[in-house]
T-cell receptor, first 109, second 115 residues
C-alpha cells in the first residue's frame, strides 16, 4: 500500500519565523489532506489538496502529484501553531486515510 | 453545522465492561469511519460505513462492533473492554465524489482508559 513520509519529524521555531513541512508519497496520490493536531488532541482540517496550490491566511500548501510530494508553508508562526502536522492520502481502495508519521512543531514566544 | 460530534469525551472502564461510543454528523455524509490513535502507531482504521445499513471492517476490528441505522449516526461498541483498547478514538465522516469518499472531517475524539 501507499507509504507516506514526512519531514522534518520535529521542528522548533521562534514566534514570527517561517517554515516548510514536506510530505512524500510512495505512489500516485488520489487525494491528499493536511491536518493539524493541536495540543488538546483535536484533528483540524487545513487543506484538501490533491494537486496545485492553496492558501488560507498564513498557511499555504502545494502538491506536485506527478513528483509525489506536498509542501505545507507556515509563515509568521504563532504559538497557537504548535502541535503535530499530518498529511494523509486515501489508500487504493479508498476505505481509509493513510497518515504520515507527522511533524511535531513547537513555536516558542 | 456542528460537524462531527462524539460522546463521551473521556471514559474509564474496567476490564470486561462494555460500552458504546457515540458519533453523529450533520453534513449528510454517506461515508463514516472509526479510527484509534495510539502513540507510535498513528491512526488505524477500525470499521467504516459507506451508507446506512452497510458496514465493513478496517485494519483493527477485533473487539469492536458497529451498526449504521441512519445516515447521521455511527456508534462504536466495545464488547468486553481490554487494557489493549486504551486509546483515543476518532470518528470521521467524508464527503463523496462519484461514490468515493473525499475530504474527511474528524470528531473531537474520545479518550478511553481500560483498567
Amino acid at each position: 500500500g501507499i507509504q507516506v513520509e514526512q519531514s522534518p519529524p520535529d521542528l522548533i521555531l521562534q514566534e514570527g519565523a517561517n517554515s516548510t513541512l514536506r510530505c512524500n508519497f510512495s505512489d500516485s496520490v488520489n487525494n491528499l489532506q493536511w491536518f493539524h493536531q493541536n495540543p488538546w488532541g483535536q484533528l483540524i482540517n487545513l487543506f484538501y489538496i490533491p494537486s496545485g496550490t492553496k492558501q488560507n491566511g498564513r498557511l499555504s500548501a502545494t502538491t506536485v502529484a506527478t513528483e509525489r510530494y506536498s509542501l505545507l508553508y507556515i509563515s509568521s508562526s504563532q504559538t497557537t501553531d504548535s502541535g503535530v502536522y499530518f498529511c494523509a492520502s486515501r489508500n487504493t481502495g479508498f476505505q481509509k486515510l493513510v497518515f504520515g508519521t507527522g511533524t511535531r512543531l513547537l513555536v516558542s514566544p | 453545522n456542528a460537524g462531527v460530534t462524539q460522546t463521551p469525551k473521556f471514559q474509564v472502564l474496567k476490564t470486561g465492561q462494555s460500552m458504546t461510543l457515540q458519533c453523529a454528523q450533520d453534513m449528510n455524509h454517506e461515508y463514516m469511519s472509526w479510527y484509534r490513535q495510539d502513540p507510535g502507531m498513528g491512526l488505524r482504521l477500525i470499521h467504516y460505513s459507506v451508507g446506512a445499513g452497510i458496514t465493513d471492517q478496517g485494519e483493527v476490528p477485533n473487539g469492536y462492533n458497529v451498526s449504521r441505522s441512519t445516515t447521521e449516526d455511527f456508534p462504536l461498541r466495545l464488547l468486553s473492554a481490554a487494557p489493549s483498547q486504551t486509546s483515543v478514538y476518532f470518528c470521521a465522516s467524508s464527503s463523496q465524489i462519484r461514490g468515493k469518499p473525499w475530504e474527511q472531517y474528524f470528531g473531537p475524539g474520545t479518550r478511553l482508559t481500560v483498567t
